[in-house]
């Protein structure tokens, strides 16, 4: 039987305990099938990496404006649904525009986060690293078993001190900005719309605190852009608010899942410190095999499409217009038919940064770089000091279908 919006052959659970074993099935139904969402919305998702990526270079017909979501504007999707702000979010900025308006709104971003810049980096990051390697050291040493939460002490601070820096932030306001940031991702206790709305007033305050004392910060370089690039003000705190929700935990949760494969798999690791395989592949392997964005980014279609333009396995699926589609990063990282029979096994010897762990198409990732060099640095950190880091007991996932992380680590160093 064809497969159709109303009848979803998969359901997606925030408490679902492995979001692997969701794509697994998902993808045993194809490579473009209708999900349930929580809150019973339900979405065509892209599952396979092939029509992936034919979404993905296709905007013209899968558009990222929620303009042309059909259910949401003929009221089925309710307002207060937790996941509103992430599958439709409002403002103006490069995740929810398309064509000459999405390069325009792009374009001050990608000329503010240049190469030079996050190269510039490279110092801050490494001594950041090591400061939390030290506060780790210590709270093992105070805790009466020498366990420690990777998570706490070091995967969030890391990325929340670097976009902080990045984004001209006084290390004092790190907490009250992560406090706020947070609330965005619990899909079982927030309510999105209100969390957007407090982040955004926050950053709008930050961005008057920088044209009043401007800095050598990205908030900096894009007030100083020419004219014609500057974007208006409340288009730089809607961009802001895109760098922090889309590079903060995304880095976080990269960090945790290394973390994981790197620890249990000791040959491996072996490979990476003896430098017979360069410590770019942990990154790239992890962000294909443990994608830390699972399911979202939602494409809508602007004109009915027909699945075998897709793909051949797709022959037969009616993607109708306005339907919404999310992408299932998790899941095409996995995809056996692009990486082979072996795709689900993590390998660094297979090194292949061709993944589409950081997007594709017209909304890859502005962030890759920085985060590629933040995740570089401190995996070889931590592994040179404590080879036999090792992970403790259970580990919670996070309470969410967007991105495949976990609450904690509890992580024993020696
Ligand atoms: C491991 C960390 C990261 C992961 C896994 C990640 C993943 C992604 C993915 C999958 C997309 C494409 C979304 C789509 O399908 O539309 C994306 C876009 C984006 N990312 Fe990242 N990202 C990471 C780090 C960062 C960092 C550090 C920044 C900023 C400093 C950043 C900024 C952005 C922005 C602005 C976009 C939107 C681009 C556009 O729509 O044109 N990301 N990211």
Redesign the pocket.
């Known amino acids: 039987m064809a497969l159709n919006l109303s009848r979803p052959v998969h359901q997606l659970d925030p408490l679902s305990p492995d979001l692997h074993e969701d794509a697994t099935k998902m993808r045993g139904h194809g490579p473009l099938v209708p999900v349930e969402l929580p809150g019973g919305v339900v979405m065509w998702g892209v599952v396979g990496d092939e029509a992936g990526r034919n979404i ?1 270079k296709d905007n013209a017909r899968f558009a ?1 404006s929620p303009k042309y979501w059909r259910a949401l504007h003929e009221g089925e999707i309710p307002q207060d649904w937790p996941l509103l702000s992430i599958a439709a979010p409002s403002g103006n900025s ?2 929810n525009a398309d064509g000459p308006e ?1 390069r325009k709104l ?1 374009r001050p ?1 990608a000329q503010a ?1 240049t190469a030079r810049r996050v190269e510039a980096l490279t110092p801050l990051v490494t001594s950041l690293v090591e400061r939390l390697l030290e506060d780790l050291e210590k709270a093992a040493r105070a805790s009466e078993d020498g366990v420690v939460d990777f998570r706490s002490l070091f995967a969030w601070p890391l ?1 929340m001190g670097v ?1 902080g820096y ?1 984004l001209g932030v006084d290390e004092a306001d790190h907490a009250e900005l992560g406090r706020l940031y947070n609330a965005l991702f619990d899909d079982t206790l927030s309510d999105g719309r209100n969390a957007e709305l407090s982040l955004h007033s926050w950053l709008d305050a930050h961005v008057a605190r920088i044209e009043r004392e401007p800095g050598d910060d990205l908030v900096s370089a894009m007030l100083a852009l020419p004219e014609e690039d500057r974007l208006p003000r409340e288009d730089l705190v809607v961009a802001l608010y ?2 922090l929700a ?2 903060h935990e ?2 976080t ?2 960090l945790l899942n290394a973390v994981r494969a790197l620890s249990a798999r000791p040959e491996q690791l072996g490979l990476l410190l003896s430098g017979e395989v360069p410590w770019e592949n942990a990154v790239e392997e992890t ?1 294909r095999w443990d ?3 699972a399911n979202f ?1 939602t494409r809508f279609a602007t004109e009915d499409v027909d699945g075998a333009q897709i793909h051949p396995d797709a022959a037969g699926v009616r993607i109708a217009k306005g339907d919404p589609v999310f ?1 299932s ?1 998790i899941s095409m990282g996995r995809d056996p038919e692009r990486y082979g029979p072996t795709a689900g096994e993590f390998d660094v010897r297979r090194g292949d940064a061709a993944h589409t ?3 594709y198409g ?7 770089p ?2 590629r060099l933040e ?1 570089g640095i401190a995996l070889e950190r931590i592994f040179a000091r404590w080879p036999e880091l090792s992970v403790v007991g259970e580990v919670p996932r996070s309470p969410t279908i967007v991105v495949n992380s976990h609450t904690r680590l509890d992580v024993r160093l020696k």
């Open positions: 993905l990222k490069v995740v999405h792009r971003l986060l990325p976009i990045l895109v760098v889309a590079g995304t880095t949760h990269l962000m994608s830390p964005t980014f992408v990063y762990g950081f997007g017209a909304h890859f990732c502005i962030g890759a920085l985060a995740a």
